[in-house]
């Protein structure tokens, strides 16, 4: 179904709330990493989906995507609304080296980026490694793929939920009944 208010979802409190996911982005591999953000925090640091080599953030609500090299490589000028639902969303493509940022599904930038993927990552939700710029506001639908997925498929299963068996989808966290897949 659609994402909306009325489903779960986990709730981060923007002062030490977060998940460690045990899964790790590998060294030279493709990626997409997607989630509806409701944004209820003014914190200017705020970390939504952390790797050290592939932060997907945002910075007094603009939301943000870069490498190990920078942090800043691309970001929206206009910020995540509060009290919203939006979906956020960063691929790479390891062939390409292209790193790209969807918001609601807009292709809101890219870059070449050589760094996104050069060194093995593990994935926080909601912080800095655990430890620092929380993000006050709640997630829902975290997916984690094993490719970089088209703005075209994006946008097609932003809305549904993802069967468990999805090719390429490696962790999926809905919060509908408090499981991970796989």
Known sequence: GVINDSGMALHFDGSNDYVYTNYIINTFQSFTKEAWVYRTSNNSYQYL?????????MYNGQLTA???TNYWLI??????????WTHVAMTYDVSTSQLRLFQNGVLVGQVTSTNASSGGSWQYLGSNNGSSDFFG???DQVRFWNFARSQ???????NVNTPPGAPGLRLWYSFENTSAIP
Do not use: E
């Open 49 to 57: 989906i952390w790797g050290a080599y592939n932060p997907l953030w």
């Open 137 to 139: 506001g709640r997630l």
């Open 66 to 68: 870069g490498d190990n």
């Open 152 to 158: 075209a498929q994006i946008v097609a299963s932003m």
């Open 75 to 84: 970001q929206n000028s206009t910020p995540i609304p509060l009290n919203t």
